[in-house]
C-alpha cells in the first residue's frame, strides 16, 4: 500500500500568527474566532485554507457537537505545527498541546470555545 504524502503548502505570515495564537493563549479557535484575530477575507477563503492547513498537518480539527445546531469544526495545532517554531522547549510544548486538544471530551470542547470568546471581547 502506497503511503499518501501530506500536501506542501508555504505557511503565510497570518498562518504562522493563527498558530502561535493557538499556541500561546487560546488552544482552540472555531472559524469565526478566527476570523476576528486573523481576517482572511470571506467565509469561503477562510475555510478553503484552513482545509489546506489541517491537510498539510499544521492545524487539526474536531467537529463540536451541539444541540438543536448544526456542527461546528474547532481547530487547534496540528502534527506539524512544532516545525513552524525554532525553539526546542517551544517544539516539545506544542506536541503536548497538540496531544491535549485531541484529547478533550466534547462536552470540554464547548465550554473552552465560551472561554476563549469571553477572552476576546476583553
Keep these: 500500500m502506497p503511503i499518501t504524502k501530506q500536501p506542501q503548502i508555504i505557511p503565510q ?3 504562522r500568527s493563527l498558530i502561535r495564537m493557538l ?3 487560546f488552544r482552540i479557535l472555531i472559524g469565526e474566532q478566527i476570523d476576528e484575530l486573523v481576517p482572511m477575507g470571506s467565509v469561503t477563503r477562510r475555510n478553503f485554507r484552513l482545509k489546506q492547513l489541517c491537510d ?3 492545524l487539526s480539527s474536531r467537529s463540536i457537537p451541539a444541540p438543536g445546531r448544526p456542527n461546528r469544526l474547532a481547530y ?7 516545525e513552524l517554531f525554532d ?5 516539545n510544548l506544542l506536541l503536548s498541546l497538540h496531544k491535549q486538544a ?3 471530551a466534547p462536552s470540554a470542547l464547548e465550554h473552552r470555545i465560551i472561554e476563549v470568546e469571553g477572552r476576546q471581547r476583553r
Design 13 to 15: 505570515h497570518r498562518d
Design 76 to 82: 487547534y495545532l496540528g502534527s506539524r505545527a512544532w
Design 56 to 58: 498539510a498537518g499544521y
Design 87 to 91: 525553539d526546542p522547549a517551544e517544539k
Design 102 to 104: 485531541s484529547q478533550l
Design 23 to 25: 499556541a500561546e493563549d
